[in-house]
């Protein structure tokens, strides 16, 4: 390769590198993890993983956390 492919395809991997992290960074997205659990990305360093049946009882209790949080917010941090 020449320099000037060379310096061509630095440039095109950090355009890539900076279109990724943006779009990462604003985005949570949902997978099917190898052993079929749902897994959120975006939420934080590490995906929140649980299988469908555990989602469900979470998302049935959503008033109740709610509550909670507004019980307790004085208590909890806040991360940007």
Known sequence: MSD???KAEVERLR???EALKQRSS???SMKVSEKG???IYGMGRF???LYKEQWTKL???ADEIRAFIRE???K???KE
């Open 4 to 6: 000037e492919d060379l």
């Open 15 to 17: 355009a890539e590198n």
């Open 72 to 74: 307790n917010d004085a």
């Open 26 to 28: 604003r985005a949570v």
């Open 59 to 61: 998302l049935d209790m």
């Open 76 to 78: 909890l941090k806040t």
């Open 37 to 39: 659990a749902l897994s």
């Open 47 to 49: 995906p929140v993983t």
